[in-house]
């Protein structure tokens, strides 16, 4: 960690004399500089090493801040780790999944809407291959740095919420279905255009191939909406438990196995 000199160093004068130079405040007296020291630290660290390779000494060396400090401002790596989700384009922006213009957004069809969100968010992903990488981690090698990042995600589709602009739509049972198996299946071929873009007779590295799959999310995603218009199947017992399931928990209550938020 940098250190502030003990004694404050000299000048000369116009008279050949020597006077003390005023002190000047060090970044190591700013809280919010150091954070941010570690923050970009953790990015170049995660960079460089991948999802597994990431550690406090790794950080700390990057940083040159103590240890000390990354657990006083972060209470450790995962702390550090929910911060740089937070702050990094881990997850898309605002303006990637709605548009710039909300006002235009807001006059879609719930169906449009929908369809409109996850072409936007596959798109997103495929600009993001670290949170590719964080993400298969999640599911084949989890470990403390996933699963706060996962925190993250839960909490970036939870303010997704706000665009719901018909919230009485967007509560059906047929639409909570659709959005719980899109997003799996967005999800999922997001991750093997950068793994295995081979996927029966596309290539999902291709923004033309693309093309095709987000036709078929707005095939689909008009079926279920006129279904849903027309009253739908009477409820069952089953879909009466996972419409339950759809409604916010209770602070400090987590579901079994991982968010799909």
């Given at each position: 960690?940098?250190r ?5 160093a ?5 008279g050949g004399?020597?006077q003390?130079a005023?002190?000047?405040r060090?970044?190591?007296?700013d809280?919010e500089?150091k954070?941010?020291a570690?923050?970009r630290a ?7 090493d ?7 000494n ?17 209470g ?7 911060a740089w989700?937070?702050?990094?384009d881990?997850?898309p ?19 449009e809407?929908?369809s ?6 596959a798109a997103?992903l495929r ?7 964080i993400?298969a ?14 925190e ?15 919230p009485?739509?967007y509560?059906?049972?047929?639409t ?6 899109l997003?799996?299946a967005?999800?999922y071929?997001?991750l093997r255009?950068?793994?295995a ?8 590295d291709?923004?033309?191939?693309w ?5 078929m999310i707005?095939l689909i995603?008009?079926r ?6 027309e ?6 017992d089953?879909?009466?438990?996972w419409m339950?399931?759809?409604r ?7 579901p079994r196995?991982h968010?799909?938020d």
């Amino acid at each position: 960690m940098a250190r502030e000199t003990t004694k404050p160093a000299r000048r000369v004068t116009a008279g050949g004399g020597a006077q003390r130079a005023p002190r000047r405040r060090s970044w190591t007296r700013d809280p919010e500089a150091k954070e941010q020291a570690l923050i970009r630290a953790f990015d170049k660290v995660l960079h460089r090493d991948g999802v597994q390779g990431i550690g406090v000494n790794a950080v700390i060396k990057e940083s040159g801040v103590g240890k000390n400090l990354l657990y006083k401002y972060f209470g450790g790596l995962q702390g550090l780790a929910r911060a740089w989700g937070e702050q990094s384009d881990f997850m898309p922006g605002e303006g990637e999944l709605a548009g710039d213009d909300l006002d235009a957004y807001a006059r879609l069809s719930t169906a449009e809407q929908i369809s409109h969100n996850y072409a936007a968010y596959a798109a997103a992903l495929r600009r993001r291959p670290r949170t590719l990488e964080i993400l298969a981690n999640e599911l084949l090698r989890p470990n403390q740095l996933t699963e706060a990042l996962e925190e993250v995600r839960t909490g970036f589709g939870k303010d997704l919420r706000k665009y719901f602009t018909r919230p009485d739509e967007y509560s059906r049972e047929g639409t909570i279905a659709l959005l719980v198996i899109l997003n799996a299946a967005v999800t999922y071929l997001a991750l093997r255009a950068h793994s295995a873009p081979r996927y029966f007779w596309y290539a999902l590295d291709q923004d033309e191939d693309w093309q095709d799959i987000n036709e078929m999310i707005e095939l689909i995603v008009e079926r279920v909406m006129a279904g849903e218009a027309e009253g739908g199947r009477r409820r069952g017992d089953r879909a009466r438990r996972w419409m339950r399931q759809s409604r916010p928990r209770q602070a400090g209550k987590r579901p079994r196995g991982h968010s799909a938020d």
